[in-house]
T-cell receptor, first 111, second 114 residues
């Protein structure tokens, strides 16, 4: 059974600081997704990481994938209040397209 | 291009009542999914479909049924609602075979079962 774990689950940080969210998964997969969810809203796709060593960046967010370690990171650079949201990683099993989600990391960026 | 839409947005049921949630997508996607989201548990897959006329069970299928009679629609049914089914339900769709086959999510349906 594929399991996906994120840490931390709650993160409170100051504007301007850097931090990293970690996503570990339990079985082989070469495709990992990051989503953002604002309170009361739907999920918005941020990144799709397709292979070992993949790195993608959008604004202050950068995601990477290490398939050998079964680890993805979402790095936040110089956080701003607008980044406050819940961030989910999700992994597909290699045999199909079903996504297994992590519990989510609730990020709060304080002025 | 509306993307993925869900009907209704909110609903309150009494225990034992039935209802159907409708999901529609206009992106001609082959795959569609129903998830539930509960606090602290992320999203869990209820049922999914890999094409018109096909459905399959996900992680938490008990108490739910689905149908995909048309490619663009995916219906989720609760035959006899229970308080444990109080949740936010999200529908999603995706197109396999693309380099970035991300799932696109609908706005969600907030269901309360009393």
């Amino acid at each position: 059974e594929l399991k996906v774990e994120q840490n931390p689950l709650f993160l409170s940080m100051q504007e301007g600081k850097n931090y990293t969210i970690y996503c570990n998964y339990s079985t082989t997969s070469d495709r990992l997704y990051w989503y953002r969810q604002d309170p009361g809203k739907s999920l918005e796709s941020l990144f799709v990481l397709l292979s070992n060593g993949a790195v993608k960046q959008e604004g202050r967010l950068m995601a990477s994938l290490d398939t050998k370690a079964r680890l993805s990171t979402l790095h936040i650079t110089a956080a701003v209040h607008d980044l406050s949201a819940t961030y989910f990683c999700a992994v597909t099993e290699t045999s199909g397209s079903r996504l297994t989600f992590g519990e989510g990391t609730q990020l709060t960026v304080n002025p | 291009n509306a993307g993925v839409t869900q009907t209704p947005k909110f609903r309150v049921l009494k225990t034992g009542q039935s209802m159907t949630l409708l999901c529609a997508q206009d992106m001609n996607h082959e795959y569609m999914y129903w998830y539930r989201q509960d606090p602290g548990m992320g999203l869990r897959l209820i049922h999914y479909s890999v094409g018109e006329g096909t459905t399959a069970k996900g992680e938490v299928p008990d108490g739910y049924n689905v149908s995909r009679l048309k490619k663009q629609n995916f219906l989720l049914g609760l035959e006899s609602a229970a308080p444990s089914q109080t949740s936010v339900y999200f529908c999603a769709s995706s197109q396999p075979g693309l380099a970035t086959d991300t799932q696109y999510f609908g706005p969600g349906t907030r269901l309360t079962v009393l």
